[in-house]
């Protein structure tokens, strides 16, 4: 929710093709999934009304106000939920060698003569990496990825039978090489295009980077936590 949506104003171009928004003060948000408060500074905000193509950004910081014990471990299993599967955590995963280990996949997608989409080879993770620093890789890709995910978490939903596995697929275009940080943050953000599930990542979905997750045990409780990514 926007505490504050009057500070926020959005039009239509002359052209009739592109919605544009900015605001006048940094945004309130409110996600009582999550618990989290999110004041969002917003720099940028365009969203092509032909092709459905969003992009914006900015600056913004995260309050945490999950001081509620009852709604804590609900708090936590939204956001693992939210994690897992994101940019975040495949970006991550890609940064530590892992993307095979945290259940995701890559391929090329290249175009055939007639200009169709088809899947070649299988990628691996120095194919997409390189000038690889203890806190930092830039990655880079001349064809568009494929990434698909396997949901493989069922300690996240209450109950047994409420979890069904489910395969997701997504795809990163390269317009430019990324700089991105060792907790999955990357300053060019236009030099990407996501598309597929990880394109749905907005800002309802959005996590701190400091973010670490954490596993459930039968109970909900937290019996252990990951090493933090610095």
């Given at each position: 929710?926007i505490?504050?949506p009057?500070?926020?104003?959005?039009y239509?171009?002359?052209?009739g093709?592109?919605?544009i928004?900015y605001?006048?003060?940094?945004?309130?948000?409110?996600n009582?999934?999550?618990?989290?408060?999110i004041f969002y500074?917003l720099?940028?905000?365009?969203?092509?009304l032909s092709?459905?193509h969003?992009r914006?950004s900015?600056?913004?910081y995260?309050?945490d106000i999950s001081?509620?014990k009852?709604?804590?471990?609900?708090?936590k299993r939204n956001?693992l939920i939210?994690?897992y599967g994101?940019?975040?955590?495949f970006?991550?995963?890609?940064?530590?060698?892992?993307?095979s280990q945290e259940?995701f996949?890559?391929?090329?997608?290249e175009?055939d003569?007639?200009g169709?989409?088809i899947?070649?080879?299988?990628?691996h993770?120095?194919?997409?990496?390189?000038?690889?620093?203890p806190?930092s890789?830039?990655i880079y890709?001349?064809?568009p990825?494929?990434?698909r995910y396997?949901?493989?978490?069922?300690?996240?939903?209450?109950?047994?039978?409420v979890f069904?596995q489910?395969?997701y697929?997504?795809?990163?275009v390269?317009?430019?090489s990324?700089h991105?940080?060792?907790?999955?943050?990357?300053?060019?953000?236009?030099n990407v295009?996501w598309?597929?599930?990880?394109s749905?990542d907005?800002?309802?979905?959005m996590?701190?980077f400091?973010f670490v997750?954490?596993?459930?045990?039968k109970?909900?409780?937290?019996?252990?936590?990951?090493?933090?990514v610095?």
């Amino acid at each position: 929710m926007i505490e504050n949506p009057k500070d926020l104003v959005v039009y239509r171009e002359s052209s009739g093709r592109n919605l544009i928004a900015y605001s006048v003060k940094p945004l309130i948000i409110t996600n009582s999934s999550f618990g989290y408060k999110i004041f969002y500074d917003l720099k940028n905000f365009s969203y092509d009304l032909s092709n459905e193509h969003l992009r914006f950004s900015g600056d913004y910081y995260f309050k945490d106000i999950s001081n509620q014990k009852r709604a804590n471990s609900r708090y936590k299993r939204n956001r693992l939920i939210a994690y897992y599967g994101s940019r975040m955590h495949f970006l991550r995963a890609l940064f530590t060698g892992s993307v095979s280990q945290e259940k995701f996949e890559m391929c090329n997608i290249e175009l055939d003569s007639c200009g169709t989409k088809i899947l070649t080879n299988s990628l691996h993770e120095n194919e997409l990496r390189f000038a690889i620093n203890p806190d930092s890789m830039t990655i880079y890709h001349f064809y568009p990825v494929l990434i698909r995910y396997t949901d493989n978490h069922p300690e996240l939903f209450p109950l047994p039978y409420v979890f069904d596995q489910k395969n997701y697929t997504s795809r990163i275009v390269f317009s430019d090489s990324l700089h991105v940080y060792n907790n999955g943050y990357y300053p060019e953000s236009y030099n990407v295009s996501w598309g597929g599930n990880m394109s749905g990542d907005r800002i309802a979905e959005m996590l701190p980077f400091d973010f670490v997750p954490e596993f459930f045990g039968k109970d909900n409780k937290d019996i252990e936590k990951e090493s933090p990514v610095q």
